[in-house]
């Protein structure tokens, strides 16, 4: 079955701490893409990255890096000297073509909280 | 690009009533649209899946004659929630997928935030 864990349901650091957020996904299709977005406070979610199932490159976007790795079905996320505006929830998600649907399954995210 | 709005972006309604949310794909073609909704710290949570011109697919618990969706054109589809009442409280996100090829992501509205008294 098709299933996106994140395990860490609230993480709280000090401003300039690197963090890591954990993602695993459990999914049967061979092709598939895998999602972060993040929720502040308003409410939009903010896409960060997609990653599709045939690059496992990992990705540097200034201070967030993002570990991909098919062997223990992981897309991991790091922000690196975190800041009070990263402050949100997290939210991982996998897209397959199921069905033709392309739905998305949701974590159920992790909040972050920044303290100055 | 791919832009997605949604209207309005929050509304008060008195229990008993119903209320519309648009959803509008601004810059693109949307054959498939996603009815998500979203109570205070949970994820969200697929309601419906709309193509255009058919009728929408709805998840398991979902009360189709409740939440009603109508995707009548490749850049708008309406979530009407009919005789709301207050445990309908929540907040509503709207995506849409270009239909394009075979584009597996979705692009998210800002969201209706839903408050009935």
């Known amino acids: 079955a098709q299933k996106v864990t994140q395990a860490q349901t609230e993480i709280s650091v000090v401003e300039k701490e690197d963090v890591t957020l954990d993602c695993v996904y459990e999914t049967r299709d061979t092709t598939y893409y895998l999602f972060w977005y993040k929720q502040p406070p308003s409410g939009e979610l903010v896409f960060l990255i997609r990653?599709?199932?045939?690059?496992?490159q990992n990705e540097i976007s200034g201070r967030y890096s993002w570990n991909f790795q098919k062997s223990t079905s992981s897309f991991n996320f790091t922000i690196t000297a975190s800041q009070v505006v990263d402050s949100a929830v997290y939210f991982c998600?996998?897209?397959?073509?199921?069905?033709?649907?392309?739905?998305?399954?949701f974590g159920t995210g992790t909040r972050l909280k920044v303290l100055a | 690009g791919a832009v997605v709005s949604q209207h309005p972006s929050w509304v008060i309604c008195k229990s008993g009533t119903s209320v519309k949310i648009e959803c509008r794909s601004l810059d693109f073609q949307a054959t498939t649209m996603f009815w998500y909704r979203q109570f205070p710290k949970q994820s969200l949570m697929l309601m419906a899946t709309?193509?255009?011109?058919?009728?929408?697919?709805?998840e398991q618990g979902v009360e189709k004659d409740k939440f009603l969706i109508n995707h009548a054109s490749l850049t708008l589809s309406t979530l009407t929630v009919t005789s709301a009442h207050p445990e309908d409280s929540s907040f509503y996100i709207c995506?849409?997928?270009?239909?394009?090829?075979?584009?597996?992501?979705?692009?998210f509205g800002p969201g209706t935030r839903l408050t009935v008294t």
């Open positions: 990653r599709n199932s045939f690059d496992e």
């Open positions: 995506s849409a997928r270009d239909g394009q090829g075979a584009s597996y992501e979705q692009y």
């Open positions: 709309s193509n255009e011109g058919s009728k929408a697919t709805y």
């Open positions: 998600a996998l897209s397959e073509a199921h069905k033709g649907t392309y739905k998305y399954i």
